[in-house]
Protein backbone atom coordinates (compact mmCIF):
# COMPACT_ATOMS: atom_id res chain seq x y z
CA UNK A 1 0.00 0.00 0.00
CA UNK A 2 1.22 3.33 -0.84
CA UNK A 3 0.48 6.92 0.44
CA UNK A 4 0.84 10.56 -0.55
CA UNK A 5 2.00 12.29 1.86
CA UNK A 6 0.00 16.06 2.50
CA UNK A 7 -0.02 19.18 4.56
CA UNK A 8 -2.90 20.56 6.27
CA UNK A 9 -4.12 22.07 2.16
CA UNK A 10 -4.53 18.42 1.34
CA UNK A 11 -1.01 19.39 -1.06
CA UNK A 12 1.30 16.53 -1.09
CA UNK A 13 4.47 17.94 0.40
CA UNK A 14 6.71 17.28 -2.31
CA UNK A 15 4.64 19.41 -4.38
CA UNK A 16 5.25 22.11 -2.55
CA UNK A 17 8.83 21.95 -2.06
CA UNK A 18 9.02 21.08 -5.94
CA UNK A 19 6.95 24.63 -6.62
CA UNK A 20 9.73 26.41 -3.84
CA UNK A 21 12.76 24.72 -5.39
CA UNK A 22 11.89 25.57 -9.19
CA UNK A 23 10.99 29.29 -8.00
CA UNK A 24 14.47 29.42 -6.66
CA UNK A 25 15.76 28.90 -10.01
CA UNK A 26 13.67 30.56 -11.62
CA UNK A 27 15.30 33.51 -9.13
CA UNK A 28 18.12 32.60 -10.00
CA UNK A 29 17.93 32.43 -13.71
CA UNK A 30 16.70 36.48 -13.69
CA UNK A 31 19.81 37.60 -11.56
CA UNK A 32 22.02 35.22 -14.10
CA UNK A 33 20.04 37.49 -16.96
CA UNK A 34 20.78 40.69 -15.79
CA UNK A 35 24.79 40.17 -14.45
CA UNK A 36 25.41 38.65 -17.71
CA UNK A 37 23.60 41.32 -19.88
CA UNK A 38 25.36 44.49 -17.82
CA UNK A 39 28.72 42.30 -18.60
CA UNK A 40 28.39 42.55 -22.24
CA UNK A 41 27.33 45.91 -22.20
CA UNK A 42 30.14 47.07 -19.85
CA UNK A 43 32.88 44.91 -21.79
CA UNK A 44 31.60 45.77 -25.38
CA UNK A 45 30.57 49.43 -24.59
CA UNK A 46 32.69 51.24 -21.89
CA UNK A 47 36.03 48.90 -22.46
CA UNK A 48 35.61 49.01 -25.61
CA UNK A 49 36.01 44.87 -26.07
CA UNK A 50 33.63 43.61 -29.17
CA UNK A 51 32.16 40.70 -28.26
CA UNK A 52 29.33 38.45 -30.88
CA UNK A 53 26.32 40.61 -29.76
CA UNK A 54 23.82 39.06 -31.61
CA UNK A 55 24.73 35.30 -30.95
CA UNK A 56 25.16 36.09 -27.16
CA UNK A 57 21.83 38.54 -26.59
CA UNK A 58 20.28 35.55 -28.30
CA UNK A 59 20.94 33.21 -25.86
CA UNK A 60 19.72 35.72 -23.00
CA UNK A 61 16.51 35.72 -25.51
CA UNK A 62 16.75 32.16 -24.96
CA UNK A 63 17.15 32.31 -20.92
CA UNK A 64 14.14 34.75 -20.62
CA UNK A 65 11.91 32.59 -22.78
CA UNK A 66 12.96 29.46 -20.42
CA UNK A 67 11.88 31.35 -17.63
CA UNK A 68 8.78 32.80 -18.83
CA UNK A 69 7.87 28.69 -19.54
CA UNK A 70 9.11 28.20 -15.60
CA UNK A 71 6.20 30.81 -14.76
CA UNK A 72 3.79 29.42 -16.55
CA UNK A 73 4.86 25.90 -15.51
CA UNK A 74 4.72 27.07 -11.60
CA UNK A 75 0.97 28.28 -12.24
CA UNK A 76 0.09 24.65 -13.25
CA UNK A 77 -1.15 22.57 -9.97
CA UNK A 78 0.49 19.53 -11.35
CA UNK A 79 4.15 18.46 -9.02
CA UNK A 80 7.01 20.25 -10.11
CA UNK A 81 9.67 16.69 -10.45
CA UNK A 82 12.69 15.77 -9.97
CA UNK A 83 12.87 16.06 -14.34
CA UNK A 84 11.35 19.16 -14.49
CA UNK A 85 14.35 20.80 -12.31
CA UNK A 86 16.90 18.63 -13.91
CA UNK A 87 15.93 20.10 -17.63
CA UNK A 88 16.15 23.32 -16.40
CA UNK A 89 19.50 22.99 -14.98
CA UNK A 90 20.64 21.17 -17.60
CA UNK A 91 19.30 24.40 -20.32
CA UNK A 92 21.11 26.65 -17.75
CA UNK A 93 24.29 24.90 -18.14
CA UNK A 94 24.10 25.13 -22.11
CA UNK A 95 23.48 28.98 -22.10
CA UNK A 96 25.89 29.55 -19.59
CA UNK A 97 28.66 27.15 -22.27
CA UNK A 98 27.32 29.32 -25.12
CA UNK A 99 28.28 32.19 -23.67
CA UNK A 100 31.46 31.15 -22.61
CA UNK A 101 32.00 30.20 -26.39
CA UNK A 102 31.44 33.63 -27.69
CA UNK A 103 33.66 35.24 -25.01
CA UNK A 104 37.00 33.14 -24.16
CA UNK A 105 35.79 29.94 -23.52
CA UNK A 106 37.74 28.42 -20.72
CA UNK A 107 40.05 31.33 -20.38
CA UNK A 108 37.40 33.43 -19.48
CA UNK A 109 37.20 33.85 -15.09
CA UNK A 110 33.65 33.26 -15.21
CA UNK A 111 33.78 29.68 -16.08
CA UNK A 112 33.80 28.86 -12.77
CA UNK A 113 30.21 29.63 -12.50
CA UNK A 114 29.71 26.05 -13.71
CA UNK A 115 30.31 25.15 -9.94
CA UNK A 116 26.98 27.33 -8.73
CA UNK A 117 24.96 25.05 -11.30
CA UNK A 118 26.78 21.70 -9.88
CA UNK A 119 25.74 23.05 -6.39
CA UNK A 120 22.39 23.26 -7.03
CA UNK A 121 22.00 20.39 -8.52
CA UNK A 122 23.89 18.44 -5.54
CA UNK A 123 20.88 20.15 -3.34
CA UNK A 124 17.96 19.88 -5.58
CA UNK A 125 18.48 16.82 -8.14
CA UNK A 126 18.59 13.38 -7.47
CA UNK A 127 21.21 11.40 -7.40
CA UNK A 128 21.71 10.52 -10.69
CA UNK A 129 20.78 14.25 -11.94
CA UNK A 130 23.28 15.70 -9.53
CA UNK A 131 26.09 13.63 -11.40
CA UNK A 132 24.91 14.40 -14.84
CA UNK A 133 24.89 18.03 -14.38
CA UNK A 134 28.50 17.24 -13.09
CA UNK A 135 29.10 15.27 -16.27
CA UNK A 136 27.28 18.17 -18.10
CA UNK A 137 29.73 20.89 -16.57
CA UNK A 138 32.88 18.95 -16.65
CA UNK A 139 32.53 17.87 -20.45
CA UNK A 140 31.75 21.88 -21.45
CA UNK A 141 34.43 23.12 -19.77
CA UNK A 142 36.44 20.20 -21.52
CA UNK A 143 35.01 21.44 -24.96
CA UNK A 144 35.71 25.37 -24.28
CA UNK A 145 39.17 24.28 -23.86
CA UNK A 146 39.66 23.42 -27.02
CA UNK A 147 36.74 25.27 -28.73
CA UNK A 148 36.15 28.94 -28.45
CA UNK A 149 36.28 32.33 -29.78
CA UNK A 150 39.03 34.52 -28.44
CA UNK A 151 38.61 37.45 -26.51
CA UNK A 152 40.52 40.74 -28.95
CA UNK A 153 41.64 43.54 -26.44
CA UNK A 154 41.81 46.79 -28.42
CA UNK A 155 45.53 48.19 -29.06
CA UNK A 156 45.01 50.97 -27.03
CA UNK A 157 43.90 48.90 -23.97
CA UNK A 158 45.80 49.83 -20.80
CA UNK A 159 45.15 46.89 -18.92
CA UNK A 160 47.16 43.34 -19.64
CA UNK A 161 44.80 40.38 -20.36
CA UNK A 162 46.43 38.75 -17.21
CA UNK A 163 45.04 41.77 -15.12
CA UNK A 164 41.83 41.10 -16.38
CA UNK A 165 41.31 37.78 -16.17
CA UNK A 166 42.39 38.16 -12.27
CA UNK A 167 39.76 41.14 -11.89
CA UNK A 168 37.59 38.92 -13.72
CA UNK A 169 38.29 35.39 -11.42
CA UNK A 170 37.52 38.42 -7.97
CA UNK A 171 34.38 39.32 -9.58
CA UNK A 172 33.52 35.59 -10.56
CA UNK A 173 34.51 34.68 -6.77
CA UNK A 174 32.50 37.22 -4.75
CA UNK A 175 29.78 36.60 -7.39
CA UNK A 176 29.50 32.94 -6.86
CA UNK A 177 30.03 33.30 -2.70
CA UNK A 178 26.79 35.56 -2.52
CA UNK A 179 24.90 33.58 -4.27
CA UNK A 180 25.78 30.66 -2.67
CA UNK A 181 24.67 31.67 0.55
CA UNK A 182 21.64 33.67 -0.34
CA UNK A 183 20.13 30.69 -2.81
CA UNK A 184 21.69 27.26 -0.71
CA UNK A 185 20.39 28.99 2.38
CA UNK A 186 16.85 29.72 1.04
CA UNK A 187 16.82 26.53 -0.41
CA UNK A 188 18.04 24.81 3.01
CA UNK A 189 14.73 26.95 4.61
CA UNK A 190 12.59 25.50 2.45
CA UNK A 191 13.83 21.72 3.37
CA UNK A 192 13.16 22.62 7.12
CA UNK A 193 9.79 23.99 6.26
CA UNK A 194 9.25 20.41 4.46
CA UNK A 195 10.67 18.17 7.69
CA UNK A 196 8.44 20.74 10.35
CA UNK A 197 5.88 20.04 7.64
CA UNK A 198 6.16 16.29 7.78
CA UNK A 199 6.59 16.51 11.68
CA UNK A 200 3.13 17.80 11.84
CA UNK A 201 1.69 15.07 9.43
CA UNK A 202 3.42 12.18 11.58
CA UNK A 203 2.08 14.03 15.09
CA UNK A 204 -1.84 14.18 13.21
CA UNK A 205 -0.87 10.66 12.17
CA UNK A 206 -0.14 9.04 15.48
CA UNK A 207 -3.29 11.19 16.57
CA UNK A 208 -5.83 9.79 14.08
CA UNK A 209 -3.89 6.23 15.13
CA UNK A 210 -5.28 6.95 18.69
CA UNK A 211 -8.47 8.14 17.56
CA UNK A 212 -8.97 4.83 15.97
CA UNK A 213 -7.95 3.17 18.72
CA UNK A 214 -10.93 4.68 20.65
CA UNK A 215 -13.30 4.16 17.95
CA UNK A 216 -12.71 0.10 17.83
CA UNK A 217 -12.90 0.34 21.55
CA UNK A 218 -15.95 2.04 22.13
CA UNK A 219 -18.12 -0.30 19.04
CA UNK A 220 -16.56 -3.63 20.76
CA UNK A 221 -17.77 -2.08 24.65
CA UNK A 222 -21.18 -1.37 23.24
CA UNK A 223 -21.36 -5.20 21.24
CA UNK A 224 -20.96 -6.26 24.65
CA UNK A 225 -22.58 -4.20 26.90
CA UNK A 226 -25.80 -4.41 24.38
CA UNK A 227 -26.47 -7.91 25.96
CA UNK A 228 -26.21 -7.36 29.66
CA UNK A 229 -28.05 -4.09 29.54
CA UNK A 230 -30.99 -5.88 27.68
CA UNK A 231 -30.71 -8.43 30.49
CA UNK A 232 -31.40 -5.68 33.04
CA UNK A 233 -34.38 -4.55 31.63
CA UNK A 234 -35.88 -7.71 31.02
CA UNK A 235 -35.46 -8.42 34.97
CA UNK A 236 -36.30 -4.95 35.70
CA UNK A 237 -39.48 -5.27 33.57
CA UNK A 238 -40.33 -8.80 35.73
CA UNK A 239 -39.56 -6.71 39.02
CA UNK A 240 -42.29 -4.26 38.24
CA UNK A 241 -44.51 -7.00 37.47
CA UNK A 242 -44.05 -8.71 40.52
CA UNK A 243 -47.20 -8.17 43.05
CA UNK A 244 -44.61 -7.97 46.10
CA UNK A 245 -42.68 -5.00 44.48
CA UNK A 246 -45.92 -3.62 42.93
CA UNK A 247 -47.14 -2.77 46.79
CA UNK A 248 -43.69 -1.21 47.87
CA UNK A 249 -44.17 2.76 46.29
CA UNK A 250 -41.07 3.62 47.23
CA UNK A 251 -39.32 0.45 45.79
CA UNK A 252 -41.55 0.91 42.48
CA UNK A 253 -39.77 4.99 42.18
CA UNK A 254 -36.39 3.24 42.74
CA UNK A 255 -36.78 0.73 40.08
CA UNK A 256 -38.50 3.52 37.70
CA UNK A 257 -35.37 5.53 37.91
CA UNK A 258 -33.62 2.46 37.42
CA UNK A 259 -35.24 1.11 34.41
CA UNK A 260 -34.61 5.17 32.92
CA UNK A 261 -31.03 4.97 33.34
CA UNK A 262 -30.83 1.59 31.60
CA UNK A 263 -33.05 2.95 28.56
CA UNK A 264 -30.33 5.90 28.79
CA UNK A 265 -27.33 3.27 28.54
CA UNK A 266 -29.13 1.42 25.97
CA UNK A 267 -29.64 4.97 24.02
CA UNK A 268 -26.14 5.68 24.42
CA UNK A 269 -24.57 2.55 23.07
CA UNK A 270 -27.09 2.69 20.00
CA UNK A 271 -25.69 5.97 19.26
CA UNK A 272 -22.20 4.67 19.60
CA UNK A 273 -22.83 1.83 17.06
CA UNK A 274 -24.46 3.74 14.57
CA UNK A 275 -22.23 6.91 14.39
CA UNK A 276 -19.20 4.61 14.57
CA UNK A 277 -17.21 5.26 11.25
CA UNK A 278 -17.65 8.31 9.34
CA UNK A 279 -17.34 11.40 10.79
CA UNK A 280 -20.37 12.47 8.87
CA UNK A 281 -22.76 9.41 9.04
CA UNK A 282 -26.26 7.35 8.97
CA UNK A 283 -27.26 9.85 11.47
CA UNK A 284 -26.54 13.53 9.41
CA UNK A 285 -30.12 15.18 9.87
CA UNK A 286 -31.42 18.40 8.34
CA UNK A 287 -31.04 21.67 10.39
CA UNK A 288 -29.99 25.05 11.16
CA UNK A 289 -27.25 26.69 13.14
CA UNK A 290 -29.21 27.85 15.69
CA UNK A 291 -31.55 24.94 15.66
CA UNK A 292 -28.69 22.50 16.30
CA UNK A 293 -26.79 24.60 18.75
CA UNK A 294 -30.03 25.67 21.06
CA UNK A 295 -30.62 21.70 21.04
CA UNK A 296 -27.42 20.34 22.24
CA UNK A 297 -27.03 22.54 24.54
CA UNK A 298 -30.52 21.72 26.05
CA UNK A 299 -30.01 18.61 25.88
CA UNK A 300 -26.83 18.85 27.83
CA UNK A 301 -28.37 20.91 30.46
CA UNK A 302 -30.48 18.13 31.04
CA UNK A 303 -28.87 15.20 30.91
CA UNK A 304 -25.98 16.14 33.17
CA UNK A 305 -28.77 18.02 35.40
CA UNK A 306 -26.35 21.32 35.13
CA UNK A 307 -27.99 24.35 36.81
CA UNK A 308 -25.66 26.80 36.10
CA UNK A 309 -24.72 27.09 32.13
CA UNK A 310 -25.47 30.54 30.48
CA UNK A 311 -26.54 30.72 26.65
CA UNK A 312 -26.02 33.60 24.80
CA UNK A 313 -27.18 33.45 21.44
CA UNK A 314 -25.32 36.35 18.89
CA UNK A 315 -25.76 34.17 15.57
CA UNK A 316 -27.73 36.92 13.82
CA UNK A 317 -29.46 35.41 10.54
CA UNK A 318 -30.15 31.38 10.53
CA UNK A 319 -28.31 29.21 8.29
CA UNK A 320 -29.23 25.53 7.30
CA UNK A 321 -26.54 22.89 8.00
CA UNK A 322 -26.17 19.16 8.43
CA UNK A 323 -25.42 17.94 12.00
CA UNK A 324 -24.88 14.68 13.69
CA UNK A 325 -23.87 12.62 16.29
CA UNK A 326 -20.44 12.68 16.01
CA UNK A 327 -20.54 16.72 15.76
CA UNK A 328 -23.42 17.01 18.97
CA UNK A 329 -20.60 14.78 20.69
CA UNK A 330 -17.24 17.25 20.41
CA UNK A 331 -19.57 19.74 21.79
CA UNK A 332 -20.57 17.54 24.85
CA UNK A 333 -17.32 16.67 25.22
CA UNK A 334 -16.24 20.81 25.43
CA UNK A 335 -19.31 21.52 27.94
CA UNK A 336 -18.24 17.97 29.99
CA UNK A 337 -14.82 19.72 30.18
CA UNK A 338 -15.96 23.14 31.53
CA UNK A 339 -18.38 22.16 34.18
CA UNK A 340 -15.68 19.58 35.58
CA UNK A 341 -13.09 22.20 36.57
CA UNK A 342 -15.91 25.28 37.18
CA UNK A 343 -19.23 23.25 38.22
CA UNK A 344 -20.34 26.37 39.41
CA UNK A 345 -20.59 28.46 36.35
CA UNK A 346 -20.24 28.18 32.48
CA UNK A 347 -20.71 30.71 29.63
CA UNK A 348 -21.79 29.48 25.98
CA UNK A 349 -21.98 31.89 22.84
CA UNK A 350 -22.95 31.01 19.84
CA UNK A 351 -21.35 33.72 17.55
CA UNK A 352 -20.75 34.00 13.50
CA UNK A 353 -17.35 35.22 12.00
CA UNK A 354 -17.69 35.98 8.64
CA UNK A 355 -18.42 32.61 7.53
CA UNK A 356 -17.54 30.73 10.06
CA UNK A 357 -19.42 29.42 13.35
CA UNK A 358 -18.07 30.11 16.62
CA UNK A 359 -18.96 28.37 19.84
CA UNK A 360 -17.24 29.95 22.69
CA UNK A 361 -17.53 27.99 26.31
CA UNK A 362 -16.06 30.14 28.94
CA UNK A 363 -15.75 28.56 32.70
CA UNK A 364 -14.95 30.02 35.69
CA UNK A 365 -12.48 27.35 37.12
CA UNK A 366 -8.53 27.83 37.51
CA UNK A 367 -7.86 27.68 33.79
CA UNK A 368 -5.20 25.87 31.54
CA UNK A 369 -1.15 24.99 33.04
CA UNK A 370 1.00 26.42 30.85
CA UNK A 371 2.04 23.20 29.43
CA UNK A 372 -1.59 21.78 28.72
CA UNK A 373 -2.20 25.16 26.82
CA UNK A 374 0.53 24.41 24.78
CA UNK A 375 -0.69 20.73 24.03
CA UNK A 376 -4.33 21.85 23.36
CA UNK A 377 -5.73 18.74 21.00
CA UNK A 378 -3.28 16.34 21.84
CA UNK A 379 -4.51 13.21 23.47
CA UNK A 380 -4.01 12.45 27.44
CA UNK A 381 -3.25 16.24 28.36
CA UNK A 382 -4.50 16.45 31.43
CA UNK A 383 -3.44 17.57 34.81
CA UNK A 384 -5.45 14.61 36.66
CA UNK A 385 -2.95 11.59 36.87
CA UNK A 386 -5.96 8.66 36.32
CA UNK A 387 -5.16 6.74 33.19
CA UNK A 388 -7.41 7.98 30.12
CA UNK A 389 -8.08 11.69 31.40
CA UNK A 390 -7.39 14.23 28.77
CA UNK A 391 -9.59 13.05 25.88
CA UNK A 392 -12.58 15.17 25.84
CA UNK A 393 -10.92 18.14 24.06
CA UNK A 394 -8.28 15.73 21.64
CA UNK A 395 -11.64 14.42 20.25
CA UNK A 396 -13.40 17.61 19.63
CA UNK A 397 -10.48 19.23 17.96
CA UNK A 398 -10.21 16.13 15.67
CA UNK A 399 -13.81 17.05 14.89
CA UNK A 400 -13.12 20.35 13.67
CA UNK A 401 -10.09 19.42 11.90
CA UNK A 402 -11.71 16.94 10.04
CA UNK A 403 -13.98 19.89 9.34
CA UNK A 404 -11.67 22.23 8.40
CA UNK A 405 -12.10 23.98 11.40
CA UNK A 406 -10.35 24.45 14.63
CA UNK A 407 -10.33 24.38 18.18
CA UNK A 408 -8.15 26.81 20.36
CA UNK A 409 -7.89 27.51 23.73
CA UNK A 410 -6.62 30.21 26.40
CA UNK A 411 -7.09 31.47 29.91
CA UNK A 412 -8.91 34.54 30.67
CA UNK A 413 -7.37 37.29 32.08
CA UNK A 414 -8.80 37.27 35.34
CA UNK A 415 -9.96 33.60 35.75
CA UNK A 416 -11.03 30.54 34.02
CA UNK A 417 -10.92 28.99 30.65
CA UNK A 418 -12.27 30.19 27.10
CA UNK A 419 -12.10 27.44 24.15
CA UNK A 420 -13.25 28.30 20.55
CA UNK A 421 -14.75 25.89 18.67
CA UNK A 422 -14.73 27.12 14.68
CA UNK A 423 -15.99 25.47 12.07
CA UNK A 424 -16.59 27.36 8.76
CA UNK A 425 -20.34 26.76 7.27
CA UNK A 426 -19.56 25.03 4.02
CA UNK A 427 -17.97 22.28 5.79
CA UNK A 428 -21.31 21.86 7.21
CA UNK A 429 -23.48 23.21 4.63
CA UNK A 430 -26.84 21.54 3.86
CA UNK A 431 -26.49 19.97 0.51
CA UNK A 432 -22.50 19.16 0.93
CA UNK A 433 -21.37 15.69 -0.27
Not at 139 to 150: D, G, V
Request: charged fraction near 15%.
Amino acid sequence: MSATVANWRGVPVSQTAGHANMLQLVELRWMAVAGQLATILLTHLVFGIRLPMMPMLSVLTGLVILNAASLLRLRRESPITNGALFGGLLLDVLGLSAQLYFSGGATNPFVSLFLLQVVLGSVLLASWSAWTIVAATSLSFIFLTAFYRPITLPHDFDRSLFALHVQGMWVCFALVAVLLVAFVGRINTNLRAQDSRLADIERQAVEEEHIVRIGMLASGAAHELGTPLSSLSVILGDWRRNPTVARNAELMRDIEEMQAEVHRCKAIVTSILLSSGDARGEQSAATTVRGFVDRVVADWIAARGFAHATYDDRFGADVPIVSDLVLQQAVFNMLDNAAEYSPQRIDITLARDDDDVVLTVRDAGPGFAAQQLGNIGKPYNSTKPELGRGMGLFLASNVARKLDGALTARNQPRSGAEVTFRLPLAAIALGRD
